[in-house]
């Protein structure tokens, strides 16, 4: 069986890529990515709604607790980029260092899983000379 980490956010698109690749036969985890410290009710309710997918499923869920590095990659980051003047795009960055490394990280060594989705939407190419897949920005940019 191929065995899958999805990164729920608790949110439609990601509880949507969980359950069609359970659908398809995957041996689908769930994996939450614990971002903000104290209790705010963003993070709270996402994790509460991710686990309840994973239940539903009838799927493990794990929640990886990345308050530091989303405060020193993410927020201070914001708050740098404001206070100099400029806008900075937290999006961009959280996918490149704290959510896509980080979760594949966590998934091969805690759990031996190689695999990951998302509920992002991109294209994943395969570049033949460096053998790696690359994850891409979505043809359609909306």
């Given at each position: 069986?191929?065995?899958?980490?999805?990164?729920?956010?608790?949110?439609?698109?990601s509880s949507a890529a969980a359950a069609i690749l359970h659908h398809q036969g995957y041996d689908?985890?769930?994996?939450?990515?614990?971002?903000?410290?104290?209790?705010?009710?963003?993070?709270?309710?996402?994790?509460?709604?991710?686990?309840?997918?994973?239940e539903q499923l009838g799927i493990p869920h794990h929640i990886v607790d990345s308050r530091e590095?989303?405060?020193?990659?993410?927020?201070?980051?914001?708050?740098?980029?404001?206070?100099?003047?400029?806008?900075?795009?937290?999006?961009?960055?959280?996918?490149?260092?704290?959510?896509?490394?980080?979760?594949?990280?966590?998934?091969?060594?805690?759990?031996?899983?190689?695999?990951?989705?998302?509920?992002?939407?991109?294209?994943?190419?395969?570049?033949?000379?460096?053998?790696?897949?690359?994850?891409?920005?979505?043809?359609?940019?909306?």
């Open positions: 069986m191929n065995k899958v980490v999805v990164g729920l956010s608790g949110g439609v698109d689908v985890v769930g994996l939450t990515l614990w971002l903000m410290k104290g209790k705010g009710q963003c993070c709270s309710e996402g994790m509460v709604d991710a686990a309840a997918i994973c590095v989303f405060q020193a990659q993410i927020v201070d980051y914001l708050v740098a980029g404001y206070g100099a003047g400029v806008t900075p795009l937290p999006c961009s960055q959280c996918n490149k260092t704290v959510k896509f490394g980080p979760m594949l990280r966590y998934a091969r060594q805690e759990l031996g899983i190689d695999r990951i989705g998302t509920g992002h939407y991109a294209r994943i190419r395969y570049d033949a000379d460096s053998d790696r897949h690359q994850l891409l920005r979505a043809v359609d940019r909306n």
